[in-house]
């Protein structure tokens, strides 16, 4: 791929949702018609193959059951479909970036993300990217392998500074299905999180609208239902105590921006070391020089959110099978989670 080549414009902090939903009622007065073909003349931009991929991957619902793309539509039916998002381009070039792949067959592959690596391209920031790393990657497999997509797929996104398990589709009609998957909240995710002050319950769940922060477009606030953003629920349950902070693993039912950032902060919890958040701040604990230069060594060893993206899970697009990829904490928030445990042993044999 050369430099005048083209691939996706998507910005850090966007939606993570990288597919979109249509919905359309067939008119009363519709004659019989093969429903990819009545598709094709809805969508705009979307292809009869594109289509038809859609509907091998079980991504084309007629009142609320899954049709191939000989269906022929009928007056009254009610049809939905998701799709992969349109792509907006500009240029990028392929670079050779390590990265580390997990996983990989012909149609997907699995990513652990390191902290501090850049996943998608904006103006201003077109090197240095895993999507760099990923065309360099396709361009060196693409004699041995059919129908790899000409740009890979991303159907999800981690933050720049959260770590963990990505999945990138290879083929169209993985990305169709993984799409999907996303859409309708079955992919298991699992994250674990260090975040500020102790917890009374063992486990919860927040809710609540997460959206746009309405004075500072970079951060996501939490919104009562129906005001604003789009609903959000993230289980939590506790994985150790540490006092003045406390590691937690939670489980995504939706994939908003920022989503388990912005959650913890509204329940009074931000994470450790979160600079968008207020967590980069020393919010819990004692008073003493001491404790504050151990907390600022903290800092200094993971200087980002302590977020790790742990579990990833989905029915893979071709064996149809489940599948469920694991990941070992990074080595930054490993070290702080280590740091914590031996402060706490330390004060209990102080006392």
């Known amino acids: 791929m050369t430099a005048q080549e083209k691939i996706p414009e998507v910005s850090q902090g966007e939606s993570e949702e990288l597919y979109e939903h249509f919905r359309f009622t067939v008119d009363p007065g519709q004659s019989l018609l093969r ?39 009928k007056p009254g039916n009610i049809i939905s479909i998701v ?63 059919k129908n790899l997509l000409a740009v890979p797929g991303l159907v999800h996104r981690i933050d720049k500074n959260t770590s963990g398990m990505m999945v990138i589709a ?36 927040i809710t609540g609208n997460v959206g ?20 959000a629920v993230t289980h939590y349950k506790v994985a150790e105590h540490f006092g003045y902070v406390t590691l937690v693993e939670c489980k995504l039912e939706t994939g908003r921006t920022h989503q388990i950032r912005a959650h ?39 200087p980002r959110q302590a977020l790790h993206a742990k579990t990833l899970g989905f029915i893979h697009p071709t064996g149809k099978k489940k599948v469920l990829f694991d990941s070992e904490l990074p080595l930054d928030m490993k070290s702080v989670i280590d740091k914590w445990r031996k402060y706490v042993l330390a004060r209990k044999e102080a006392n």
């Open 35 to 73: 429903i990819d073909k009545y598709l094709v003349n809805k969508i705009e931009n979307a292809s009869r193959n594109r289509i038809q991929n859609a509907a091998e991957s079980g991504a084309i619902l007629v009142d609320g059951k899954s049709v191939k793309s000989n269906y022929k539509v």
């Open 83 to 145: 799709l992969p998002e349109p792509v907006r381009y500009f240029e990028l070039t392929p670079e050779k970036i390590p990265f580390d792949i997990v996983y990989e067959d012909t149609e997907l592959l699995i990513i652990n993300k390191q902290p501090g690596m850049v996943v998608h391209p904006a103006h201003g920031n077109l090197s240095g990217t895993l999507m760099n790393a990923l065309l360099f990657h396709f361009d060196n497999i693409r004699n041995n392998e």
């Open 170 to 205: 290879k083929t169209e009609p993985a990305q169709i299905s993984l799409a999907k998957q996303f859409f309708d909240h079955t992919i298991e995710r699992k994250y674990l999180a260090l975040v500020w002050g102790d917890f009374k319950e063992e486990g919860g769940t």
């Open 212 to 231: 746009r922060n309405l004075k500072n477009r970079q951060v996501m606030d939490v919104f009562p239902d129906g005001a604003h953003g789009k609903p």
């Open 264 to 302: 913890f902060k509204h329940i009074g919890h931000p994470l450790f070391n979160d600079d968008s958040y207020g967590g980069d701040k020393i919010l819990k604990g004692t008073t003493f020089t001491k404790y504050k230069q151990f907390v600022e060594n903290c800092f200094a060893l993971l």
